[in-house]
């Protein structure tokens, strides 16, 4: 490995790392893009002669130190080097999420106050636009495509490409003024501002240091041996603090290449091309791979069906075994070899994971059958524990300590202790700085010793060390007859039928439990294909007797699974509905990274919830929508709700002998 | 104001492109087109429309060289053209979408629109057929400009995919850059809109007036869609029974009783 070996007082930036890399990984692709049906690709010094006369170009643009440069867009070579640019300048980058609305962004770009705003094209300046007659401190919009912007008006408004022109030919008047700037950046600077989606109240901006970001990302490349040779594809959103990590802390700290698609729709295509070797992905992203592959097999040819058939029952048997280097019989390796050449190779190089040595998911549970399934294929798929707040390493699973319900032990210089709640605390050089203007919200989340309330619920395991994370601390809460309510729980163990996109469990001070299932179009609709049921809407299907009747069984299935423990038997499904849409980020519902808002839905949809609470068999709704430009809309709906076996828990078992 | 020719909003357009002077189109005894005259600027976004029958297709056709005229001259970047074979008018510069699509159902997207580079292709056969060397060296130059109205008109996912498997509205969209692979100094668009959803016509819009923008492209275009047409156009023609009936700036033929007229229905003898 070619790593500095410690962490020299002067690679106390993005800029000096910038610099580092510039001169000795050179040659070394730095970032790719695909365009123009090509991948693209920019070397570490290209990137930075690039970067620097960007950051020239935006001094030339009047860019003080401590401005916030907003950066709105997809994921692309040319604003991640803004957002290095601005930090050349001694300013903050602060990445907005691209998809927002323009109601959403004008909450942000207020509360930092940006002057200037990188978009990526001109979707994102006309939301800027749309919010500047409100916000009157942005003073300069800088796009990246030029498409369609012939026409705006210019006066305050330029293309990136421009910029840069203009600060490679300023060269002159501003080299001095840079290297000024970039040497006085230190440890404890601000690298980023971050704003948490929240799954309540409005979005609060997370500031993280050099030296958070810095340490944080070497500790992690030192935890799975990141080197410059990784690759990775950039493709979540540019907001969230993973991609800030991956795609900026530690490429620069590694030296690794990032790999920008070439649109969104491309993703998929665009991964299998680039096949990385270091890879994060939301359980989504895996459970959708997932069902697309098994839709595919369904549609396979008898031999072939037989043969995934065979070769997966014997790489679920014996595969994490396998990766995990314990002892395997002979005979069981040499089929799995065999496996490898006909079934697992083939699949693995059509997923895109054929060099993937080092694959993460977070965010939300995985469900076991997904997570074997990639680990039997021999994908080196673990889980890690994290948040914005902590620069997101709290706690992750080192190789060979891989468990689909656990997320694994403390990262490297993390500390964790659980309170009396069972809420879990961590302290480590991540943690972040404040929340920008808002000392009430950092003093009431951060103490005075540096101790973080992550706001979650959990417990370590015995023997193995490992975290297991029931819920959110603020959700987990009490029935009527005192027993244990933790929805998360549940819903997660209904979310991993392929049917089931999202639950939202109610049951807080009731007597019984109740829930709201949104089905997963794709996986439904093809099982409404195969079994002939005619559908014209989302709607229709959703409302469909027996599509009721699949999901019932699930339920009844789950509710026999949490029956197993004593402590959360309370937490059985008694009563159901299908919604008639699907939980929606535009309306609110669930935040962008699609968590679900329990606050926001329980209102919303008070009427649903009262009408599964008073023994009604229907009823009838109207639920307003918002529509991706904005626009608002409505619908009406009857919904059906339906009822569930339940299973005696175990001390009512006990009552009755 | 029939007759006479409206004057444009000349502030971003240029000189007069095409003009097409007193065409009369007969088929047999039907008369398509009677004694139109109107012309196109360079660089405008003009628009044929009209009720159904009305003889804009065919006056699309005449432009494209499809149909010869009985009487009347057409006249393109200040010369009279006389009759031309389609592909002669294509070389000139003039290219078309159809209004019932006619793509080639089992070529990807990508070949598709390489099609559309064929009139601007030099090498020969003997070329072709050795393929190293010149004719490669051509097929990367045409490939990268089609790659560049790929990216333009947004359909990077769909690159390799069979055109038979698309969308109606997607394949509106590929028709739309096999067009714009020719480069043409002239488009035209005969109902890029009809049996599109409000997303898609929203979408087909943004293109069409990004082509404009971006390539400088002068489009000529036949819609039904009359909000479409006269957000998008800069000018407009009203077409009725083959005759022109309206020509002028999107608000003058709004309020050119002629053309409520024949668009409210007015009872004609």
């Known amino acids: 490995m070619a790593h500095p070996a410690a962490a020299p007082a002067e690679l106390c930036s993005i800029p000096a790392l910038l610099a580092r890399n510039a001169r000795q990984f050179a040659g070394r692709d730095a970032y790719r893009e695909k365009e123009f049906g090509i991948w693209q690709s920019w070397t570490w010094a290209q990137a930075q002669d690039e970067i620097r006369a960007m950051a020239m170009g935006f001094l030339a643009l009047g860019l003080a130190r401590g401005d916030h440069v907003a950066i709105i867009g997809r994921n692309r070579p040319a604003l991640y080097w803004s957002m290095v640019a601005a930090q050349m300048c001694g300013a903050v980058p602060v990445p907005l999420y691209q998809d927002a609305v323009a109601e959403e962004m004008a909450q942000v770009l207020d509360h930092c106050g940006a002057r200037l705003v990188v978009c990526g094209d001109q979707e994102q300046v006309d939301k800027v636009i749309e919010v500047q007659d409100r916000i009157h401190h942005i003073e300069q919009v800088v796009y990246v495509d030029k498409r369609g912007m012939r026409k705006y008006d210019h006066s305050r408004m330029n293309a990136l490409a421009d910029v840069v022109a203009e600060g490679r030919a300023a060269h002159h008047r501003f080299a001095a003024e840079l290297d000024t700037r970039i040497s006085e950046l230190g440890w404890g600077h601000t690298c980023v501002m971050l704003y948490t989606s929240g799954t309540t109240g409005k979005p609060k901006g997370v500031v993280l240091s050099n030296r958070n970001i810095i340490l944080t990302a070497r500790a992690s490349c030192e935890f799975d041996r990141l080197t410059e040779a990784e690759e990775v594809l950039a493709y979540l959103p540019m907001a969230w603090v993973g991609d800030f990590i991956f795609s900026m802390g530690q490429a620069m700290w590694a030296g690794f290449c990032v790999n920008c698609p070439e649109s969104p729709a491309t993703m998929m295509t665009d991964l299998r091309e680039i096949g990385p070797t270091y890879f994060f992905a939301p359980p989504r992203v895996f459970e959708q791979q997932l069902t697309q592959v098994m839709i595919r097999m369904e549609d396979a040819g008898r031999t072939k069906k037989w043969l995934f058939d065979r070769f997966m029952a014997l790489a679920r048997r014996v595969g994490p075994a396998i990766l995990d280097g314990r002892p395997v019989a002979t005979a069981d390796r040499l089929a799995y070899a065999l496996g490898n050449l006909l079934i697992y190779g083939p699949l693995k190089n059509t997923l895109g994971f054929s060099r993937i040595r080092v694959g993460y998911t977070a965010g939300e549970a995985i469900g076991p059958e997904i997570f074997d399934f990639y680990r039997a294929l021999g994908i080196n798929l673990k889980q890690l524990y994290g948040q914005t707040e902590a620069s997101v390493f709290i706690t992750q699973q080192p190789d060979g300590q891989v468990r689909s319900d656990t997320v694994g032990v403390p990262s490297p210089g993390v500390e964790l202790r659980i309170a009396e709640t069972g809420e879990v605390f961590y302290r480590s050089p991540g943690t972040f700085v404040e929340y920008f203007r808002n000392p009430e919200s950092t003093a009431s989340t951060k103490d005075a010793e540096g101790w973080v309330a992550t706001g979650d619920a959990g417990f370590f395991e015995e023997g193995t060390g490992h975290l297991r994370i029931i819920d959110r601390a603020k959700d987990v809460g009490r029935m009527a007859d005192g027993r244990l309510f933790a929805p998360k729980y549940v819903e997660n163990k209904l979310k991993f039928y392929p049917a089931v996109l999202e639950a939202v469990v109610f049951g807080n001070g009731r007597a019984f439990c109740t829930a709201f299932v949104n089905i997963d179009l794709t996986a439904v609709g093809n099982w409404a294909e195969r079994n002939g049921i005619a559908y014209a809407s989302y709607q229709e299907l959703a409302g469909h007797p027996r599509v009721y009747d699949m999901i019932r069984t699930h339920v009844e299935e789950v509710n026999r699974s949490v029956a197993q423990d004593p402590m959360l038997s309370g937490c059985q499904i008694r009563r159901f509905l299908i919604l008639h849409k699907e939980l929606d980020a535009d309306d609110g519902e669930v935040t962008r990274t699609r968590k679900v808002r329990r606050r926001i839905i329980e209102e919303k949809y008070a009427d649903l919830i009262a009408a599964l609470y008073d023994g009604r068999d229907s009823v009838s709704t109207e639920t307003e929508v918002t529509y991706e430009d904005g626009r608002k809309g409505a619908i009406r709906a009857t919904l059906r709700l339906a009822d569930a076996a339940t299973v005696a828990s175990p001390p009512d078992r006990r009552a009755a002998a | ?269």
């Open chain 2, 1 to 269: 104001m029939t007759g006479a020719t409206a004057t444009a909003d000349t502030r971003r357009t240029g000189p007069v492109l095409m003009e097409m002077k007193n065409i009369t189109l007969r088929f047999g005894g039907v008369k398509a087109i009677t004694d139109i005259s109107f012309d196109i600027r360079e660089g405008e976004i003009r628009a044929i429309i009209g009720p159904n029958g009305a003889g804009k297709s065919s006056m699309l056709n005449v432009i494209s060289g499809f149909y010869v005229p009985q009487q009347g001259e057409v006249w393109f970047r200040g010369q009279k053209r006389p009759p031309m074979k389609p592909y002669q008018v294509a070389r000139q510069g003039i290219a078309r979408t159809f209004q019932n699509i006619a793509l080639f159902e089992g070529m990807s997207v990508l070949d598709n629109i390489m099609t559309g580079r064929l009139t601007l292709m030099q090498t020969g056969f003997l070329d072709q057929a050795i393929w190293w060397g010149r004719a490669q060296r051509e097929e990367s130059a045409h490939r990268e400009r089609v790659e560049r109205i790929i990216d333009f008109l947004e359909i990077q996912h769909i690159r390799k995919t069979p055109v038979g498997r698309l969308p109606y509205g997607l394949k509106k969209r590929v028709e739309l850059a096999r067009a714009l692979a020719a480069e043409p100094k002239l488009l035209l668009l005969d109902e890029p809109m009809a049996g599109m959803n409000v997303e898609e016509k929203e979408d087909m819009c943004r293109f069409i007036l990004d082509v404009n923008d971006e390539f400088g492209t002068t489009i000529a275009l036949i819609e039904h869609d009359m909000g479409v047409v006269m957000d998008l156009s800069d000018r407009v023609v009203v077409m009725d029974y083959g005759k022109k009936i309206g020509d002028g700036t999107p608000d003058e033929v709004r309020a050119n009783p002629d053309v409520i007229d024949a668009y409210l229905g007015v009872a004609h003898d």
